[in-house]
């Protein structure tokens, strides 16, 4: 059983990967980087995840979103994050990857932020 569990939604033409658990060395970042790769391949292009409910990151956990975030982006297709938790914020601070990722802390706003329709949102 892996220390991660992925579950993924639609909003909006937005694919939301919610995690839950940890994102660390092994099992788990292989789990989330062949999802995010499975999801553009198979055409989804606005991705999403979802932090809130993941309790650590640790530096291969980084590096795997920093993957998926190229493979995505390879793909023509955008990663963004939302609802990072306090450790996770402070992570992405100290590594400059808000530099990197668009980070949202609020879901509705990250997937406002995906349309390219130039259409108001209500």
């Keep these: 059983m892996s220390d991660l569990n992925i579950s993924t939604r639609e909003n909006r033409g937005v694919t939301i990967l919610d995690?839950?658990?940890?994102?660390?060395?092994?099992?788990?970042?292989?789990?989330?980087?062949t999802q995010l790769r499975d999801l553009v391949t198979a055409g989804k292009k606005?991705?999403?995840?979802?932090?809130?409910?993941?309790?650590?990151?640790?530096?291969?956990?980084?590096?795997?979103l920093v993957a998926g975030y190229t493979t995505v982006q390879n793909k023509g297709?955008?990663?963004?994050?939302?609802?990072?938790?306090?450790?996770?914020?402070?992570?992405?601070?100290?590594?400059?990857?808000?530099?990197?990722?668009?980070?949202?802390?609020d879901e509705k706003a990250a997937i406002n932020s995906f349309s390219k329709?130039?259409?108001?949102?209500g």
Excluded: C, P, Q, W
């Design 19 to 33: 995690l839950t658990g940890k994102i660390a060395l092994g099992e788990s970042s292989g789990l989330l980087h």
């Design 46 to 64: 606005d991705l999403l995840i979802n932090l809130a409910d993941v309790r650590s990151i640790d530096s291969s956990g980084l590096g795997t």
């Design 77 to 105: 297709g955008e990663l963004k994050l939302t609802n990072l938790t306090d450790r996770a914020s402070e992570l992405m601070t100290i590594t400059k990857l808000y530099t990197v990722f668009e980070i949202f802390d």
């Design 117 to 121: 329709t130039g259409e108001a949102a």
